[in-house]
């Protein structure tokens, strides 16, 4: 079986209160339950990957209205 390489989830709001939503607090707290549940990412790696991501799909959001 191949190792994934990739999670997808709809995190916030979902997976965690969006009140008082921080994307410096919530990206770590992705990190940190990923790696607990037994997830091998470099935290460095991971975090700049999420940031990107989540910028892009901004990005995304905006152009399209």
């Known amino acids: 079986m191949p190792q994934a390489q990739a999670v ?3 995190y916030i709001g979902t ?3 969006a009140h008082n939503y921080s994307l410096k607090t919530s ?3 992705l990190h940190k339950i990923l790696t607990e549940t037994g997830f091998k990412t470099n935290r460095k790696e991971f975090l700049e990957a999420y940031t990107h991501m989540l910028m892009k799909n ?3 959001h905006v ?3």
Do not use: Y
């Open 15 to 17: 997976l965690t209160n």
């Open 58 to 60: 901004i990005a995304l």
């Open 8 to 10: 997808i989830t709809d």
């Open 27 to 29: 990206r770590i707290k």
């Open 63 to 65: 152009t399209k209205g």
